[in-house]
């Protein structure tokens, strides 16, 4: 998840293509609701910032993922009518934990 590299990010582009694979047998139609935790492990010298409000920037992670699950979890990013996504700092594993899910005003 840095921004920084493409290389890391293609690497990590590919590991949520992996994982859909093998969540989704074929994408879904209709409305999207996506729901993005973006996990970081906070800086040893950050200690009063609660939430990382620095870079990798939200909307690029966002386009990743979505640009990862187009054609696996969804067959466009256009189908996505909600998301919800958050950056948050982590004592665990770092990475992202995505929820799709079909999409309703019900």
């Not at 009063?48 to 979890?73: F, Q, S």
């Amino acid at each position: 998840m840095v921004e920084a590299s493409a290389s890391k990010l293609k690497k990590w582009m590919r590991l949520i293509k992996v994982r859909a694979s093998i969540a989704f047998n074929e994408p879904i139609k209709g409305p999207i609701h996506l729901h993005c935790l973006f996990y970081f492990k906070r800086p040893k010298t950050v200690r009063d910032r609660v939430l990382p409000h620095v870079r990798p920037d939200l909307d690029k992670l966002l386009r990743a993922v979505n640009d990862a699950l187009t054609g696996i979890a969804f067959n466009d990013d256009g189908q996505v009518t909600t998301i919800l996504a958050h950056k948050l700092y982590t004592e665990e594993e770092t990475g992202c934990h995505i929820t799709i899910r079909c999409d309703s005003l019900r």
